[in-house]
């Protein structure tokens, strides 16, 4: 069992900064893949990142590439997006996720074992 918390979400400018962090308590977290997802209202939950157990792979859409940064810090079991120029359209409710090793690669919500509660981000116009 892996219990995720996120937080960093909030109300932010079109065209500001967004950090997002993602604590996963216990021993166990550098085994796993992580993943970021994010769900809009009246949407389907998206994949927005992901990064390899190590750190050494990452993975991103189109929409996120160039805007958005994953990284993870072993030592501190956090998982990290980093969201610059962002836009309207990226209000939503982000969720970050954990799956076992090979997750990364994979866009699908169903790859994923483990979620958290998510952390609202809103961006005005």
């Known amino acids: 069992q892996v219990q995720l918390v996120e937080s960093g979400g909030g109300l932010v400018q079109a065209g500001g900064s967004l950090r997002l962090s993602c604590a996963a308590p216990g021993r166990t977290f550098r085994n796993y893949d992580m993943g970021w997802f994010r769900q809009a209202p009246g949407k389907e939950r998206e994949f927005v990142a992901a990064?390899?157990?190590?750190?050494?792979?990452?993975n991103y859409p189109d929409s996120a590439k160039g805007r958005f940064t994953i990284s993870r810090d072993n030592a501190k079991n956090t998982v990290y997006l980093q969201m610059n120029s962002l836009k309207p359209e990226d209000t939503a409710v982000y969720y970050c996720?954990?799956?076992?090793?090979?997750?990364?690669?994979?866009?699908?919500?169903?790859?994923?074992?483990?979620w958290g509660q998510g952390t609202q981000v809103t961006v005005s116009s």
């Open positions: 990064i390899s157990w190590t750190g050494g792979s990452t």
């Open positions: 996720a954990a799956g076992y090793k090979g997750s990364y690669a994979s866009t699908f919500t169903t790859t994923y074992h483990y």
